[in-house]
């Protein structure tokens, strides 16, 4: 299993970015808002792979306002590199996992992503992204 990135919601992302950038002694690598899904997001890599995602709602009606309302601003999921997201995905929902997404979408990476249930995750929500080459 490849650690992707770690999710974490954040009221405001101009605040966020400021702490993450001095525990990172580095500026975020991008910072880019994706409409579809009504986050603005700021991504600090890790050496060696994976990464920090901070996200920000853009949007009253986006999941991470919903998220942050109820549980206020943390970590909000951890997400996993895959090989073939169309075919982990039915593995997954073949041996009874709960999806969010059915089928996969384009994430702020540009990649294929889809998302896990946390109830069916020990209640951590988890997205898996296939790499693009």
Do not use: W
């Not at 974490?8 to 993450?20: E, H, Q, R, S, Y």
């Not at 991008?30 to 050496?47: G, L, N, R, S, T």
């Not at 206020?72 to 969010?100: C, M, S």
């Not at 994430?107 to 997205?127: D, N």
């Amino acid at each position: 299993m490849k650690l992707s990135h770690i999710g974490i919601a954040v009221p405001n992302l101009d605040d966020a970015v400021k702490v993450f950038s001095v525990l990172a002694d580095a500026k975020p690598a991008a910072i880019k808002e994706v409409a579809d899904q009504k986050v603005k997001v700021a991504m600090f890599p890790f050496e060696g792979g994976g990464a920090i995602e901070l996200l920000m709602p853009t949007d009253e009606s986006s999941p991470i306002k919903g998220f942050l309302d109820k549980k206020g601003q943390g970590l909000h999921h951890l997400a996993f590199h895959v090989d073939n997201i169309e075919q982990t995905l039915e593995d997954l929902k073949a041996k009874g996992y709960r999806l969010i997404d059915e089928t996969p979408r384009i994430g702020a990476s540009g990649c294929k992503i889809a998302f896990v249930h946390p109830k069916s995750t020990s209640g951590v929500l988890v997205e898996l992204e296939e790499e693009t080459e």
